[in-house]
């Protein structure tokens, strides 16, 4: 069956412009999550889902990030007002349930001029 | 705090060695533990996961074990092939807390 994808795969944009990823999980999973990983550093949480709701976004490094997945099933991270310090790549992951194996997508490479 | 910290950074060894890859974290209050392989430029696949009640777990020529009183997992490839060349990461899920805390990585080159 299909895994995780993400789009854009690569997206270059100038500082300060908005930005919007998305990531489409695996059918039936019910938990959605974003992590960023920075050039040789293991990926790190920004917000999970379980269902529609956001259950923890205790990751967002501030209120510029912000992500939604409105029927449960696709999720999208916004970036307002993007900075240099945003380039990296954004990882989501979906999972069946929580606690249950998280399956990863290939990630947007997200660079900010 | 949860710190996962992955000894050593990089590897490099000829192909058919057995070899361990390890983790270590601080707070053993974990649900389960996961190890991925990262290709580069690539997502993560995940290898094994290894619920908080196991001490191990198998698929093909890998091995990961856990001891949660102490802090600690490895993964052991046997034979390893030139393809397994890649980034191995491990990551905890902690009950309280929903999500994975990775460590840094290890970098493993097999060579042919």
């Known amino acids: 069956g299909a895994g995780v994808s993400q789009t854009p795969s690569n997206k270059v944009t100038e500082k300060g412009k908005y930005v919007e990823l998305r990531c489409d999980p695996i059918?039936?999973?019910?938990?959605l999550y974003w992590y960023r990983q920075s050039l040789g550093q293991g990926p790190e949480f920004l917000i999970y889902f379980q269902g529609t709701g956001a259950a923890d976004d205790s990751g967002l490094p501030n209120d510029r990030f912000f992500a939604v997945r409105p029927e449960g099933s696709v999720s999208t991270l916004k970036i307002q007002r993007t900075e240099r310090g945003d380039s990296a790549v954004y990882l989501c992951?979906?999972?069946?349930?929580?606690?249950?194996?998280?399956?990863f997508g290939p990630g947007t490479r997200l660079l900010v001029l | 705090k949860q710190e996962v910290t992955q000894i050593p950074a990089a590897l490099s060894v000829p192909e058919g060695e057995n070899l361990v890859l390890n983790c270590s974290f601080t707070d053993s209050a974990i649900y389960n533990l996961q190890w991925f392989r990262q290709d580069p430029g690539k997502g993560l696949t995940s290898l094994l996961l290894i619920q908080s009640s196991q001490r191990e777990q198998t698929s093909g020529r890998l091995n990961a074990s856990l001891d949660k009183s102490s802090g600690r997992s490895t993964l052991y490839i046997a034979a390893s092939q030139p393809g397994d060349s890649a980034t191995y990461l491990c990551a905890v899920y902690g009950g309280a807390t929903n999500k994975l805390i990775f460590g840094t990585g290890t970098l493993l080159a097999v060579q042919p």
């Open positions: 992951a979906s999972s069946f349930g929580l606690a249950d194996t998280q399956y």
């Open positions: 059918s039936g999973h019910t938990a």
